[in-house]
């Protein structure tokens, strides 16, 4: 039986030329800049506490690195994050730490304290709320977690080494404080978020109450670099959803409204709409309905966008200049139009804070690392996570930490998967673990760099209202 015949094409291969000048151009802005800013050796905490803090973490190194193994091996998607939850929890408990699972309504989300606080109140018991903070109030630092990975990825955002950093440096300083009572001269909170990817459980969190009596929040972020600091853009999810009036595609097409025309409208409008914006935005759109057969009008289309600025402010305005590019193309199409936003304020930019900043520069050049400072990387490499929703509530850092020898390997890939169990992996996971301990014991134990981290935050702007930052 003859088979039709078909021109098959394949797609081209990207240049490799990109990343290769992105390297160069890399390596010449780092070598420019010189060094990213530390920590003074005579503030924080005492270079013996902080000698005697990374001999703990190193103790932990095995336990470590079996967690994100194990979680490397088990990878789940946001909210079923079952498996890597009761590893944690198992952990702190052989630890002699009793965490709270199921959190804030959340079943994969826990919580745990050690601290100033603990010793007054007693920890809580196993699936119970968290107790609210003492009184008088004591100095609180957070160390957030993320388990969550991609769906036929797996972790290819590297959150397995993640969870390792913050459980880890958790556990140091429960330890060093076990060593020597009193060593935490305030409160930490381990607390995990489920559902980076594919929510903004962060800000659901933020709400139900998980920032309340927090001065401070942590944690890190597996990437390609170690990188003190980088861009973060702020994302707005949105749905556009157009119905027409079905009719015949041949006999009667001058009968039908066309909700496809209406999306292909649109998604030209995004093309054009790129020119004129900044160089860090972003706009990307997928169809997720248009249409089921050839022969008939489409009555229904949908558009799944997301948009992407740096800025809260140019984010709010260029979300609105989408909004009316949705709203024109129904226009001329004569079809009807929804426009779909999340009832929560979705990731924002993170504000990093610089302080904070400093003393994990210096933890991580005592682990034979040298983060870049910010504006090395290119910010054309940008994502967004919803550490932003943290960052622009209370002072925080998401530093960035190189778990491959590889420049060119992106987030979201197979082959950052591949690079977060890894050897390079293992490594970061314990570097990492010790350095958010060391900024949370260097933030515990002077007074001045408290003071110093909330002016920073105040500069910048101080809080802001994310939960009403689209009704404003």
Known sequence: MNRPVRDLSRPTTPSSAVQSRMAEETAARAAAAGPAPALAEDAGAAPGLRSELAAVVDSLAPELVALSQDLHAHPEVGYAEHHAVTAVAELLRRHGITPSVGVYGMDTALRAEIGADVAAHGEPRDDEEPLPPASPHVPTMAI????????????????????????GAFLALAGLERRRPGTLPGRVILQTTPAEESDTAKEILAQRGMLDGVDAAIQTHAYAHDLADQTWLGVRRMSAVYTG?????SSQPFMG???LDAATLALTGLGLLRQQILPMDRVHAVVDDGGRVANVIPERAELNLMVRSKYPETLKDLVGRVEDLLRGAALMTGTGVEIITDTNTNEMPVRSNGPLLQAWVRSQRERGRDPLPAGVVPETIA???????????????????????RDDVALHT????????????DAAAVDGAYGLAAVA????HDADLRDAVRADFE???GPVDVAGFWGE
């Not at 009036?245 to 595609?249: G, K, L």
């Not at 919803?386 to 930490?401: A, E, K, Y």
Request: proline content about 7%; aromatic content about 4%.
């Open 257 to 259: 409204r066309n909700a």
């Open 441 to 444: 014991l260097d933030w515990l």
């Open 144 to 167: 957030l977690a993320e388990y969550d990975a991609l769906p036929g990825v797996g972790h290819g955002c590297g959150h397995n080494v993640m969870c390792a950093n913050s459980v």
């Open 459 to 461: 500069a910048a702007g």
């Open 245 to 249: 009036i079905p009719s015949h595609a």
């Open 414 to 425: 197979r082959e950052m998967a591949a690079a977060a169990g890894s050897p390079t992996g």
């Open 383 to 405: 994502a967004g996570t919803d550490f932003g929703n943290v960052s622009l509530r209370v002072p925080g850092i998401h530093p960035l930490i190189r778990v491959t020898d």
